[in-house]
């Protein structure tokens, strides 16, 4: 069975970093992408960022470009999202999902979804 546990989130100040990461299990991943979504109060879920879990090819939205960067460490299983400069608008739970490698922006392309880990940025 497939697992997806995110961890990292928090509450930190305009201008700070957090690293979220998203430990993976149940399966081999080397045919898979791993993508990290968001949802803020309101809003629809919305892509950040992605990576291909055999070759490493990453994508981004436009909104965290140059601020997010997505990784994967093969060995822990693990996919991790640095996020810096940090604004008021990152604030919302964010969420990993692995899906086949063709998988990139949209929700409804990911088969298994985490439960989230809540990103509070104060301005």
């Known amino acids: 069975q497939v697992q997806l546990v995110e961890s990292g989130g928090g509450l930190v100040q305009a201008g700070g970093s957090l690293r979220l990461s998203c430990a993976a299990s149940?399966?081999?991943?080397?045919?898979?992408?791993i993508g990290w979504f968001r949802q803020a109060p309101g809003k629809d879920r919305e892509f950040v960022s992605r990576?291909?879990?055999?070759?490493?090819?990453?994508a981004y939205a436009g909104s965290v470009k140059g601020r997010f960067t997505i990784s994967r460490d093969n060995a822990k299983n693990t996919v991790y999202l640095q996020m810096n400069s940090l604004k008021p608008e990152d604030t919302a739970v964010y969420y990993c999902?692995?899906?086949?490698?063709?998988?990139?922006?949209?929700?409804?392309?990911?088969?298994?979804w985490g439960q989230g880990t809540q990103v509070t940025v104060s301005s």
């Open positions: 149940g399966r081999s991943f080397d045919s898979f992408a």
């Open positions: 999902a692995a899906g086949y490698s063709s998988s990139y922006y949209g929700v409804g392309e990911y088969n298994y």
């Open positions: 990576i291909t879990w055999s070759s490493g090819n990453t």
